[in-house]
Nanobody, 123 residues
Framework: QVQLVESGGGLVQPGGSLRLSCAAS????????VGWFRQAPGKGREFVAA????????NYADSMKGRFTISRENAKNTVYLQMNSLKPEDTAVYYC????????????????WGQGTQVTVSS
């Protein structure tokens, strides 16, 4: 049974940082690309970042470039999302997702999803 479990969310002040983790089990992790998405209250799910199977290629939504960094450790079956310079508009539930194809921005292309972790940016 495939499981993706996000952790690391919480409450942080504007300008602060958080590192999210996505731990995978039940799949050959190194053969899956992984993406992070988020969903704010009352809004649709939004692409954040994605990383390919080896970790050598990444892409980001424009509003996250320079602030967020996605990385992975295949030996630990884990993907990370380092989030810096957080803004109130980054408040959302953050989800990781895995797919056997190349990294991508389209949520419908992903095969497996975690339950999400809440990130709240507020003073």
């Amino acid at each position: 049974q495939v499981q993706l479990v996000e952790s690391g969310g919480g409450l942080v002040q504007p300008g602060g940082s958080l590192r999210l983790s996505c731990a995978a089990s039940g799949l050959t992790f190194s053969t899956y690309a992984v993406g992070w998405f988020r969903q704010a209250p009352g809004k649709g799910r939004e692409f954040v970042a994605a990383i390919n199977r080896s970790g050598g290629s990444t892409n980001y939504a424009d509003s996250m470039k320079g602030r967020f960094t996605i990385s992975r450790e295949n030996a630990k079956n884990t993907v990370y999302l380092q989030m810096n310079s957080l803004k109130p508009e980054d408040t959302a539930v953050y989800y990781c997702a895995a797919r056997t194809g190349p990294r991508g921005r389209v949520d419908a292309h992903y095969d497996y999803w975690g339950q999400g972790t809440q990130v709240t940016v507020s003073s």
